[in-house]
């Protein structure tokens, strides 16, 4: 059963004398449980396609059904919950808060999903433990390697218990030790049934997701199963 | 503007400060002058000294080296056909003055001894301004007759220009001499506002002659006998002559405007550490193409001199219109013998501050460009971020400009507060629907008390008349009126005491009480035919009939009641008593009785109209009776006894008004600053908002945790300005009327002020924060 389904997705932003194309009708499943890498050069569209798929972006023309619901239909406060509910973020450059402490980056999207602070915590504690950054939770983002920071966001992209993890690019601002631990990470993730989207540059990272799809001038070139 | 603004504001109220307080006077070792007056305590006004006094310090103070009396007073000018054309200030001094103050005349001689004995010629010295008035500055005015109130006088000399005694606009002076008469020791209680202008000897300073002085006036039994421990002599710098009961008010001021330039060179610092911060990028490309720090430093001095200068220049520009407010508030008298504007220390002031504010701009423009240059080039000009440092300092700052603010806002609340609870205190009669309109110019200088007589009765028969007025009275002493009367009394049953307590000496007709509104608590008003006969019958008020009869009837008792130095007292027998009524301000405490005696045409008589409707609109019909009645003659002046109440609080007024002015631009400033850094933190953390709306914040939590920083340096700024505001109340203790230095009310009142204006200010800014597309702010990283 698939959790994504894009129907005829359309993406293009006016210019003077035409339209710049981002998506061009993109039709896309993803499989409950997939692991699938998108890649393509640079202006190809996967960023854009991620944020379409997060609901982060709701400008676009087409069908977009998340886990049965279908987004093109959802008013921008369901679109929100829907995210709220589904979906976990990792960002190429972990986009910690800086003033906040690991725990409360780890805590923050518990917060917003009004968690009781009990639950928020015991759920904090555990994901530390398993992370085993357990010693680091007291440490402010810039006081960690690059590494360490993505673990960090990788837990807090996590403990929302998300049906859907999507990755920009995960493993691009690190170097290859660290982007080792993260992938063996987002593997361990996978095999505990989340799905995950990830948009990367690397191929080798790329081939170890259960499909590729590669991405040119906003089409898709061609699904293919690895 | 705002730089400019607060540049101007201090150099004028820092000017009129140095100006009327320290400047030295155009006057010949100006800080050894004094002025010498005498005080009698329940008198609330100075009386001047009298003549015996005067000759006494001559004669025998070791502190001083000089004495020289004058008098001040205001002729009225008349045309040929007798009709008033203006009036003229002039003085009357003793021809020592002009040598105690160093003067020379620019034509002609000063006053010498000759032309105060008693059959010299009479002569007067012209001041520059007259003197072009007069004759055109014409040479030959010397020895020429002018005529001034009636008299004729030759000119004997004219003073340069800019000379300037008592006051700027002393257009005349007169040669002042005593009779021998007003020089014997019998005359030693009797003071008609002579004033006395004295030398210090060397090293000595005016506590010292004060001192002197008390113990000769103790030595005069005549003086002492009349008013013992009563009588109070002082000695003052001469400028306290100008300088009043301003000084405090100026000080205030200056306390004042002092904040408000700290709260905007705050401001100036904020905006211009946003904009450094901006500009980081550019600085660290410039400086990776090959700029050295002392170019860069350079260039950050510049812009920071650039803007201080125009701050200054636009200061100075501001400069005349900043003092004629003073002058209309009052705080700047018109008169001041000095020049009073713009001076060395002044501008050295202003120099001061500009380098010092320079040198902080320069150095917040040269501070945020240092750090790692790749760092801050990777980093690009949109993604910067302050350092802790930086945002630390910005924060700072408006934490400090709005404790500042809380502390101005909280000081004019209380002067309020103040003014409101005194306007609202008991006066003893009904204040509104009432005209008072003195009469004292009803009939010329010197006129037959017949005449004098008849024109007051005419006019307040008349005035009983007009459409609108219910009631009429007249008397001497009217509340918050310009004439006060006292008179010593023997109290009932201590007819051979030795001290006899002073009273307020009331004359009233029979209409008084009722156009007052003041009830009669026992016994009965004065009948008409007892007013007509001077009936030796008194009236006396509970503060008189409690201190001498306790809860005793007062009614039928006799006392008596002094009538002149040279004439027998007057026994009275008490027919009623009224409620004590406050005089001459609204905060004063009744400490002298007051005793009502009947009498249709007293001097220095007022009238007083009750009113059905507006009062003002009787000033018209009443001047117009006036005209009828005297043609060559004005009543003036004619007032709402409102607005006499309203003018006793004027200084405070005033001042309410320009702390006002300035708390609201405190204010304003602090507004700007908190929504400055606001907007700026918000500038900042777009991406982070951005991650926020991410990882699943709704809206609105976006723009509660913005409010909710602003809310932070709101309550901070709160908690640092509640000691300031605690002590600028206290140093304004002196003008608080029952309202406390740290009263909860004003504070809550100016907590929610702030808080409103500081959410008002913050709210732009966490709006945009809650709308940040997290696509957008994403992307951008």
Known sequence: ?????????????????????????????????????????????????????????????????????????????????????????????????????????????????????????????????????????????????????????????????PRLLLADEPTGALHSTQARTIMDLLHELHRDGITIVQVTHNEAFAREADRVIRLADGWIEKPARV | MLLGLAFGALACVFGVVYGLLYKPLPFLHSDQLVTVESRILGIPFDTGLSVPLRDELARNAHTLDGVAAYRTNEVTLRDDGGRRTGTLKTAQIEPELFGLLGAQPALGRLFAAEDVTENAARGAILSWDEWQRRFAGAADAIGRRIRVGGDDYRVLGVMPQGFAFPSRQTGLWLPLGFTAAQHERSHAGSFDGTRVVARLRAGVEPASAADEAASIAKSIPELDGAFGNDFRVTVEPLRS?????????????????????????????????????????????????????????????????????????????????????????????????????????????????????????????????????????????????????????????????????????????????????????????????????????????????????????????????????????????????????????????????????????????????AALGVPILRGRAFGADEVRARAPLAIVDELFAKRHFGDGDALGRHFRIGTGPDTPDRELTIVGVVPTLKQRSLAEVADQPSIYQPDPAPPYAALIARTSVDPAAIVAPLKALGAEIAPNEAIDPIVTLDDRIADTLADRTRLNALLGLLGATALLLAAVGLYAVLAYAVRLRVPEFGVHLALGARPRQVLRAVLGHGLRLIGAGLALGLPLAYAFARLLSARLYRVGALDPATLGAVAAVLAAIGLAACWLPARRASRVDPVVALRNE
């Open chain 1, 1 to 161: 059963m698939a959790i994504i389904e894009l129907r005829g997705i359309e993406k293009s932003f006016p210019l003077a004398g035409g339209r710049s194309w981002v998506l061009r009708n993109v039709d896309l499943d993803v499989g409950d449980g997939e692991f699938v890498s998108v890649m393509g050069p640079s202006g190809a569209g996967k960023s854009s396609l991620l944020n379409v798929l997060g609901l982060m972006d709701h400008d676009w023309q087409g069908a977009y059904s998340l886990d049965g619901v279908a987004v093109d239909k959802l008013a921008a406060k369901q679109r929100q919950a829907l995210q709220r509910e589904k979906i976990g973020f990792i960002f190429q450059h972990y986009h910690l808060i800086d003033e906040l402490k690991v725990w409360e980056n780890l805590d923050l999207p518990l917060q917003y999903r009004d968690v009781p602070a009990k639950e928020r915590a015991a759920r904090v504690a555990d994901l530390l433990d398993r992370f085993q950054i357990v010693g680091k939770k007291d440490l402010y983002p810039n006081q960690l390697s690059g590494g360490q920071q993505q673990l960090v966001a990788v837990a807090r992209a996590v403990i929302t218990r």
């Open chain 2, 241 to 513: 002559l100008w300088v009043g009961d301003r000084r405090e008010a100026l000080l205030l001021m200056l306390l004042a405007v002092s904040m408000v330039w700290l709260v905007t060179a705050a401001n100036v610092a904020n905006l211009c550490l946003a904009r450094a911060l901006a500009r980081r990028h550019e600085a660290a490309l410039t400086a990776a193409l090959g700029a050295s720090p002392r170019r860069r430093a350079s260039a950050a001095a510049a812009e920071a001199a650039a803007l201080c200068v125009a701050g200054v220049l636009l200061g100075y520009a501001l400069l005349p219109a900043g003092t004629a407010l003073l002058r209309r508030f009052d705080l700047l008298p018109a008169g001041t013998p000095q020049a009073i504007g713009i001076d060395a220390p002044t501008l050295a002031l202003i120099a001061l501050l500009a380098v010092a504010l320079c040198a902080v701009l320069a150095l917040v423009g040269v501070s945020v460009q240092r750090g790692n240059l790749a760092d801050m080039i990777r980093r690009g000009g949109s993604r910067q971020t302050a350092g802790g440092g930086a945002q630390a300092a910005r924060k700072t700052l408006v934490v400090a400009q709005i404790a500042l603010t809380v502390a101005l806002l909280f000081g004019i609340g209380v002067l309020l507060r103040s003014s409101h609870n005194l306007l609202g205190e008991d006066v003893g009669f009904r204040r509104d629907h009432l005209l008072y309109a003195a009469l004292d110019d009803l009939v010329p200088a010197g006129a037959k008390p017949e005449l004098r007589a008849a024109r007051i009765g005419e006019l307040v028969a008349r005035a009983r008349a007009l459409p609108g007025v219910v009631a009429v009275g007249l008397g001497n002493m009217v509340p918050f009126g310009d004439s006060i009367s006292t008179s010593n009394y023997t109290p009932p049953g201590q007819e051979d005491a030795k001290d006899k307590p002073v009273g307020y000496d009331r004359k009233i007709d029979q209409g008084y009480f």
